[in-house]
């Protein structure tokens, strides 16, 4: 083990309130990469005129950036712990300003996906960094707070996105996009290497390149076969999903080869705790419940109200700043009174969200349309700030910058299933009874489906939400290093044979 600079420290009473300025860098560093995963959302059309695209293929945009995330999310479980927070800083940004750069230049759309794909490289480090650090440099009783904080970034950022596009596009092409972006990114950059500092350790173990090589393919497999249910194909995406599936089998089973006798890629003993496990669990059905109606609101207020897309973008846009601000209360409610008075209310308040949403019509005021948003947005405040804190809180030091990567990869690949389910439960319903009630009812109706499939599964949120603690107890760190059992054990046995007479024949003692 290699020991960074660390200028941090447990904060004393009269200090606990302050953010670690490491924490503040970070958390604006990912605001500003994070918001790039849905910016485009509402450029397709641009994109479409600008480069003789058809539509399939100016999806391409957003498709490959979570594509990309989903495969380097679990390469930065290994990558964290070999670099210091300086240079994994350094490494992310610079690669998403060059990201940014060659989007914004491109003469031609496969420049373009090329920069997008470059882009969300830079992405994917920023959130496992940020988490990592979080739980290094953070006293356990204040983490709830910090927390709150990173939840602004990671769910204000997304939901932000198309409002701000729709914004922006409507002054000009979709390269201000990037334009605009790219000078806040070099200033984040600049301030951030100017002020952050070499915070926990490093160790410098080696890479398992089948790893790598496995998980890019299996992940990244998986969330495109989603993705190509969400456009509505059958055939082609079962086979690519299965493939996927087979090999992040292959993937957990390698890394449980490692755990024995090597370095893994990604450390699976992070779900023996079971408060990650179960947070984990919570978190990924939430989170495919708010993309699920992050994509399923739009299509119901443009297509079948008629609203323009920066009109679609306003009406949702209060929902995305009330979960975003309250971050820091409900980090302060949980650092106070635990998670369970957060959890439990939030997780029935997403299932009675989503069961409000699926009974929308053609005729629903739009004021009900915003109140059942606003629940929901609400709801999933109050449920991931303590699922974080409680989820990663329950690991040993050395799990943190794993954890923060299943975390992570399995964000991205609920993100692509909430998209897929919806889609699909919409379209199979449209289709039965289209020719019963007109093209328009028809997409109301399959509409109304995706909500309540959405809210069903919602309830799985409820019961893993009274399953979890008021908060994580800390683990016992030794216990769980890599090899401690197996190692004393061994070391118990030899030195029975030695104590007996038999140890020139075992261990030339």
């Known amino acids: 083990m290699t020991a960074a600079v660390t200028t941090s420290h447990r904060p004393v009473d009269g200090e606990k309130r302050r953010t670690p300025a490491v924490i503040t860098l970070l958390v604006l560093a990912t605001f500003v990469v994070i918001l790039n995963e849905t910016i485009m959302l509402n450029a397709i059309p641009n994109l479409m005129n600008s480069f003789g695209v058809t539509e399939h293929a100016a999806q391409w945009v957003s498709t490959a950036f979570m594509l990309t995330m989903a495969s380097v999310i679990p390469v930065t479980g290994w990558f964290l712990q070999r670099v210091t927070t300086r240079t994994a800083y ?51 009783s204040d983490r709830g707070r910090v927390m709150g904080k990173v939840t602004m970034a990671i769910s204000v950022a997304p939901a932000l996105g198309p409002t701000v596009s729709g914004l922006i596009l409507s002054f000009g092409s979709w390269r201000l996009l990037f334009l605009l972006v790219l000078p806040i990114a070099i200033g984040v950059a600049w301030s951030g290497l100017r002020r952050l500092e070499n915070v926990g350790e490093t160790s410098k173990t080696s890479v398992d390149w089948a790893s790598v090589v496995i998980a890019a393919l299996g992940f990244g497999s998986l969330v495109y076969g989603l993705s190509r249910f969400a456009e509505g194909e059958v055939g082609r995406p079962v086979g690519i999903v299965a493939f996927g599936a087979v090999l992040i089998l292959a993937f ?8 024995r006798v090597g370095s893994p890629l990604l450390d699976l003993r992070a779900f023996l705790h079971p408060t990650f496990t179960k947070s984990l669990v919570l978190m990924a059905i939430a989170f ?145 009874v ?6 328009l009812s028809a997409q109301v109706s399959g509409l109304q489906a995706a909500f309540m ?19 994580a107890e800390s683990p016992d760190e030794p216990a769980d290093e890599p090899g401690d059992e197996v190692g004393a054990d061994l070391d118990a046995e030899l030195a029975e044979l030695c104590e007996h007479g038999r140890e020139a024949t075992v261990c030339g003692c």
Do not use: N
């Not at 804190?389 to 692509?416: D, R």
């Not at 499939?453 to 908060?471: D, E, G, K």
């Open 90 to 140: 350094a490494t992310a940004m610079g690669v998403f300003i060059a990201g940014t750069l060659i989007s914004a230049i491109a003469p031609v759309f496969g420049i373009l996906l090329a920069g997008r794909v470059v882009q969300a490289a830079g992405t994917a480090v920023m959130m496992p960094l940020l988490m990592t650090t979080l739980m290094t440099v953070v006293d356990e």
């Open 252 to 259: 957990v089973l390698r890394q449980l080869r490692l755990q």
């Open 288 to 432: 495919l419940a708010m993309m699920g109606s992050m994509i399923l609101l739009p299509l119901y207020l443009q297509t079948v109200r008629g609203l323009t897309p920066l009109y679609t973008g306003l009406l949702v846009m209060p929902g995305g700043l009330a979960m975003g601000l309250l971050g820091p209360t409900v980090g302060r409610i949980f650092d106070a009174r635990g998670g369970r008075v957060l959890v439990i209310p939030g997780s029935v308040g997403i299932v009675a969200a989503l069961a409000g949403l699926s009974q929308i019509s053609l005729t629903t005021p739009y004021w009900l349309i915003l109140a059942f948003h606003l629940v929901l947005m609400v709801s999933l405040a109050a449920a991931f700030t303590p699922v974080f804190t409680l989820g990663l809180g329950a690991l040993p030091s050395h799990l943190y910058s794993h954890g923060s990567s299943i975390l992570g990869t399995l964000q991205q690949v609920a993100a692509a299933f909430g998209t897929a389910l919806a889609v699909t439960v919409m379209a199979v319903r449209s289709d039965q």
């Open 434 to 439: 289209i020719d019963e009630v007109g093209a």
């Open 453 to 471: 499939v959405s809210a069903a599964l919602a309830v799985v949120v409820v019961v893993m939400a009274v399953m979890l603690p008021a908060r």
